[in-house]
């Protein structure tokens, strides 16, 4: 019996790109109100052995969604800009996202380990000390979320994520992709990458108590060499959740994820909800097609 294949993608720049088994789609809505779709086929890494390998999977996993995430943006600022004349250089955005996840770590794992330092004359325990420095580090996700929803143009993204969500939760569920159908669903998904990110948070505290204490310099190139590491556990976890997300104990553990996600998405309206399913229902049919070819070959 073939693997159930779980539907899932981003929100970019107002639009939604889509995920399947053979493409990817992207779906953005021009300013004129036309919506335009950018389908491509999946890189070879999306098809490689290496994705049902535990652990290695959710490496590979994470530098597919990284490339897909990039492409998709890309596409979509691009599409954005086409009525100023002016088009995003693609060695800019890759810039940009070298210079994010170079922030990314320095704030979220680095910064919190040299907060928690200055008490560490007041810490006799190691499992207190990560205890406190896993607490900060999820206090700065928090705050940064909360932060950044103050921007007009990030609020609109976070809608487009909640009409992701819808989307997949309604194809899910097996009812039609018809706007009307799909609003009662949730904005909220297990498979969220801000579940993912909690995970991620959660993991670290428990990776990083097994180093213990050792020297400082130790401590901060364990922060940085063991990113990838967590991150796989991360992906093993939410795939987990996932794949069990009917079992009450899994749901509970899964809840604080899902609660996060009132920070990152929005509830989207009727035309942000078109644009989702424009990008799932094509991503649906290319994968229908290919499913159809290679059954009468």
Known sequence: MAQRFYYGGQAVIEGVMMRGQKAVVTAVRQSDGEVVIDTRPLPSISTSRMRRIPLIRGVVALIEAMYLGVKSLLYSANVSMEEEGEKLPGGLAW???????????????????FLTRLLDPYIQSSIIFHLIEGFIRLGFFIAYLRLITLARDI????????AEHKAVNAYE?????EVEAVKK???AHVRCGTSFLFAVL????IVFAIIGRPSVWVMVLSRIALVPLIAALGYEVTYFGARHNKNRLVRAFLAPGLWL???????????QLEVALSALKKVVEVDHVEEVAQASS
């Open 261 to 271: 996600q009132e920070l990152t998405t929005r509830e989207p309206d009727d035309n």
């Open 95 to 113: 810039g940009m996202v070298a210079g994010s996840l170079a922030f990314a770590v320095a704030f979220f794992f680095i910064a919190p380990l």
């Open 202 to 205: 959660i993991i670290a505290i």
């Open 173 to 177: 569920a097996g009812v039609p992709l």
């Open 155 to 162: 609020r609109r993204v976070f809608a487009y994520h909640g």
């Open 185 to 187: 669903y949730s904005t």
